[in-house]
């Protein structure tokens, strides 16, 4: 479905895509995790027909962009980042106007839009103004817009960033019935957990460049160990007590707030430092997760 | 530029939701130009020069063409202006449109279409108030003026499509009105005779598309044409279109490739 070789995209002297490889392939749903500004944006822009490429090979849909974009965005669903709604109509007018700019005929699009309203829970709100809709609503309103079409391909661009928890479970819910139904799915983010969730495989992308790629289950076993003991010491504690309990684990990342000791047995490892004689304000012990990944491969953290 | 139709839903629907609250103030604005412009300063005109000052017509007869040709380019303008702004700004319609098949040129095609539209109906509002004040010679005439009003509104519309796409704040505005617009609704010719001014600011004013519509839309309700002046202010409407139509088309494409 996407094929691309050494994708690079500038914008004058800023070079936000460094030249990345991407596969994807029918059915699967697929992601690029990386926190804002690793350049995941200009590639779904890239991706959609829209934005043309600074180098590199893209094919979509087995077209290429620059000669055929209309052809692919005709099959494309498109869900960017920013709702870009028309606050001014209402929201069966959304979705109703949008279908005809694919060529559907009148009684096409509404009777689409009829049936993705109930899909996306707003058949309820149809005669509303898009300005009334919550947020969680008119995400959930763009991601219906962007199925319009029935596409073969439906790119998401951070669907749920600014969505409370339950809006976003709502929209993973959604979104997982889609990839049921053997719809492709790309989509970006920066939350792990929509990542582990929702993709069967994913890359990592930091400063343009992709860092690591796999199942969300191989990055974890590739990357980091199975538990995490998390110890929170008291302020500006956790550089010297690092030194103390260094070797009790595999690896040890020292965060502001707290340290993560990385090894298989992570009870084992808290019982350890309380052996010692070290109290720490609170102790954790967790499996490991995508975060920690992208913490070992970076040295940052997802979400700043 | 071959799927602007599908736009067209987009448009209607659009104007179904604003076209009540504007139908009082489209009649209001001409009235109240003829009724101060023509009857008012025209009586006064009329009765100290007599109708040999301005070729044998009263002044109602001379300005009437000439506010239309400047409604014509008003519109034009303010129509190219916010609600080109918006559909990148405020409400992302150009956005949502450039994600579907549509290309830019389908895109800029359908807006100005639309435009043409608004330019339509404003001018023909303008007509109907200027039959009422039984200004208007002929129906024939009335009905090419309203056609050459779409293309005198559209000359100044392209080319404005194409600077608001290039401008990232609605701050520019004030500057292309008071700048812009003002000066050449003042000095288009269609209040007094641009023979009138200082030669230097005469040429000037022949550079402007509005002084080649307000004289083209002049002699088409006047019955006075001069069929080559009448084609060289044709020629030169149609030219101001066509090279706006490729500074927006290009605007509007670099714009949405982000």
Known sequence: ??????????????????????????????????????????????????????????????????????????????????????????????????????????????????????????????????????????????????????????????????????????????????????????????????????????????????????????????????????????????????????????????????????????????????????????????????????LHLTGRSLVD | MQLASRLTDYWVTRFKRVWKGTIFTSFLTPFLYLAAMGVGLGSFIDDNAGPAALGGITYLAFIGPGLLATTAMQTGIFESTYPVMGGFKWHGYYFSMAASPLTPSDIVAGHLTFIGFRIFAACGVFLAVLAGFGALESWWGALVALAVSVLVGLAHATPMVGLTSRMQSEAGFALVFRLGLMPMFLFSGAFFPITQLPSAITWLAYLTPIWHGVDLTRMLTLGSIDTATALLHFGYLLACVVAGWFYAVSGFAKRLAL
Request: aromatic share 6%; charged share 25%; glycine share 10%.
């Open chain 1, 1 to 294: 479905m996407v094929s691309a070789r050494g994708l690079r995209k500038s914008y004058g002297d800023f070079e936000a895509v460094k030249g990345i490889d991407v596969e994807v392939g029918k059915g699967e749903a697929f992601g690029f995790l990386g926190p804002n500004g690793a350049g995941k944006s200009s590639t779904m822009r890239m991706i959609a027909a829209v934005s043309p490429l600074t180098s590199g090979s893209l094919q979509i849909l087995g077209m290429d962009p620059a000669l055929q974009g209309s052809q692919i965005r005709a099959r494309l669903g498109i869900c960017p980042q920013e709702d870009t709604l028309d606050n001014e109509l209402s929201v069966f007018e959304n979705l109703a106007v949008y279908g005809r700019y694919f060529g559907m005929s009148r009684r096409e699009s509404a009777s689409r839009t009829h049936e993705l309203l109930d899909f996306v829970q707003l058949s309820d709100r149809a005669k509303a103004k898009v300005e009334t809709l919550s947020g969680g609503m008119k995400r959930r309103l763009t991601v219906a817009r962007s199925l319009v079409n029935s596409p073969d391909l439906l790119l998401l661009d951070e669907p749920t960033t600014g969505l409370d928890p339950q809006a976003r479970h709502q929209l993973w819910d959604r979104l997982f019935r889609l990839k049921q139904q053997g719809v492709t799915l790309v989509l970006t983010t920066h939350y792990m957990d929509e990542a582990e969730q929702l993709c069967d495989r994913l890359v990592v992308m930091d400063k343009g460049v992709i860092v690591a790629g796999g199942s969300p289950a191989e990055l974890i076993v590739e990357h980091s160990t199975r538990e995490v003991t998390e110890l929170r010491f008291g302020v500006g504690e956790h550089e010297a007590m690092a030194a103390k309990v260094g070797d009790l684990a595999e690896r040890v990342e020292v965060l502001p707030d707290r340290l993560l000791l990385y090894t298989d047995d992570g009870e084992a490892a808290a019982v350890a430092v309380h052996d010692r004689g070290l109290r720490p304000i609170s102790s954790l012990v967790r499996r490991a997760t995508l975060e920690d990944v992208f």
